[in-house]
C-alpha cells in the first residue's frame, strides 16, 4: 500500500484565490510528480522533481503554478490565481527513480473552485 | 514524442466473459518500460503490471500482458472478468518521463 500522503483531501477555493496543497512522499523516494486529473479521468503530467531540483514541468505549471520539495518540508503544488478549469483532483506520486520504477499514489487533493 | 494510446474509453462487458484492453504506444527509445495502473472509484491508481521484456507475458491478480516490441502494444487481458474488475485502467509508457493514456473504464455488468 503506497504511504505518500496528500493535504488536505479536500479544498475549496474562489476564483483567482490561491490554492496550495502538500506531498510527503514514501519515504527514501527522491523523485515526485505531480499530476491533474478531470472530472473526464484524464491525466495530465504536471512537474516532477528529483530531489529538490525539477526535472520536468509542462508549460501550464509554468505560469500560474508553481511547485517546490525543499529538503526536509513537505513537496508543494501551489496555484496562484485559481481558475474554474482548475478543478480537479490533483494527484501526487513518488518513485525510487529511473524508468523500471513504478510510481505510488497518494490519495489525492481534491480542488473544487467555485 | 513519446505516446500511449487507449482506443477505447468505455469497455462494457458481462461478468465472466474475457476482458482485453488495448494499448499502444510511441516512443524513440529502444528499451521502454510499460506499465497498466489501475484506479478503482474513489482511490487513487496502483500498479497492476509492468514490463520491459520483449515477448514475455507478465501476469499478476489475474490479468496478464505481453510487450510486442514489433507492434509497439502492451493489451491488458484476462480470462473471465469479474464485478470487481469494474475500475478505470491506464496505460503508461516510461521514456524520459511517464506518459500516461487517457484510460479505459470497465464496466462489469453481472
Known amino acids: 500500500n503506497s504511504k505518500v500522503i496528500q493535504t488536505p483531501r479536500y479544498l475549496v477555493k474562489g476564483q483567482g484565490q490561491k490554492a496550495k496543497m502538500r506531498c510527503i512522499p514514501e519515504?527514501?523516494?527522491?523523485?515526485v510528480f505531480w499530476y491533474q486529473q478531470n472530472k473526464n479521468n484524464e491525466f495530465k503530467f504536471l512537474i516532477n522533481?528529483?530531489?529538490?531540483?525539477?526535472?520536468?514541468q509542462i508549460d501550464m505549471t509554468e505560469k500560474r503554478f508553481s511547485a517546490e520539495c525543499p529538503s526536509n518540508s513537505p513537496c508543494s503544488l501551489e496555484i496562484q490565481s485559481s481558475e474554474a478549469g482548475d478543478s480537479a483532483l490533483y494527484l501526487c506520486?513518488?518513485?525510487?527513480?529511473?524508468?523500471?520504477?513504478?510510481?505510488?499514489f497518494g490519495p489525492g487533493t481534491r480542488l473544487t473552485v467555485l | 514524442g513519446d505516446s500511449v494510446t487507449q482506443t477505447e474509453g468505455l469497455v462494457t462487458l458481462t461478468e465472466g466473459l474475457p476482458v482485453m484492453l488495448n494499448c499502444t504506444y510511441q516512443?524513440?527509445?529502444?528499451?521502454?518500460?510499460l506499465f497498466w495502473y489501475v484506479q478503482h472509484l474513489n482511490e487513487s491508481p496502483r500498479l497492476l503490471l509492468k514490463?520491459?521484456?520483449?515477448?514475455k507475458r507478465t501476469e499478476h491478480q489475474g490479468f496478464h500482458a505481453t510487450l510486442h516490441k514489433s507492434s509497439s502494444s502492451f493489451h491488458l487481458q484476462k480470462s473471465s472478468a469479474q464485478l470487481s474488475d469494474s475500475a478505470l485502467y491506464y496505460c503508461?509508457?516510461?521514456?524520459?518521463?511517464?506518459?500516461f493514456g487517457d484510460g479505459t473504464q470497465l464496466v462489469v455488468k453481472p
Open positions: 506520486a513518488s518513485s525510487l527513480g529511473g524508468s523500471s520504477y513504478e510510481q505510488y
Open positions: 519515504k527514501g523516494h527522491p523523485v
Open positions: 522533481f528529483q530531489n529538490q531540483e525539477v526535472l520536468q
Open positions: 516512443t524513440i527509445y529502444s528499451n521502454p518500460f
Open positions: 514490463s520491459f521484456t520483449d515477448n
Open positions: 503508461a509508457l516510461s521514456g524520459n518521463r511517464i506518459f
